[in-house]
């Protein structure tokens, strides 16, 4: 019996031919870009704080007068702490102080399932569900983080 002819599927096809002048100008794009995006990556590690994104600087501890600040300032924003999810009991939870690229210190808060009735928050359009807010530390807790 004979095996029947199966077409190949789209991802193994070749392409079509590519002279050698093609091949070469796409060769130095793509070296091109990836010099661009070295540099880039190169001149913001120069920036005090970069360190491949935002990383957690620290965990402030309860009790300290900043943390109870980063509170109150979320309360103000997002409303009081009633918009506890009915179903799952997700409610905000503090995810750790930050400092960003341009070495701006915040505090980061979290709330998993927010629920679409709870206070609209200014400045996020979709301020319900899976809602994350970032507070600025105070002058205070700059000028003295641990206090």
């Known amino acids: 019996m004979i095996a029947p002819i199966r ?8 392409l079509p031919p590519v002279n050698r002048s093609t091949f070469r100008r796409i060769t130095r ?17 120069a920036l ?40 799952s009991g997700a409610a905000w939870q503090y995810m750790g102080t930050f400092r960003d ?10 709330h998993r399932n927010r629920p679409a009735g709870a206070k609209p928050i200014p400045g996020i359009p979709r301020s319900y569900g899976r809602v994350s807010v970032t507070i600025p530390a105070t002058r205070a807790y700059l000028a003295d983080p641990q206090g």
Request: hydrophobic share 25%.
């Open 48 to 87: 005090p704080g970069f360190d491949e994104g935002p990383s957690v600087e620290c965990y402030l501890t309860p009790g300290q007068a900043e943390l109870e600040r980063a509170w109150q300032a979320l309360a103000f924003h997002a409303g009081d702490y009633s918009d506890r999810d009915p179903d």
């Open 7 to 14: 077409p190949q599927p789209s991802h193994t096809r070749s």
């Open 101 to 110: 690229r341009l070495g701006n210190v915040a505090h980061q808060f979290r």
């Open 29 to 45: 794009q793509r070296e091109a870009s990836r010099r661009r995006m070295a540099s880039r990556l190169d001149s913001r590690k």
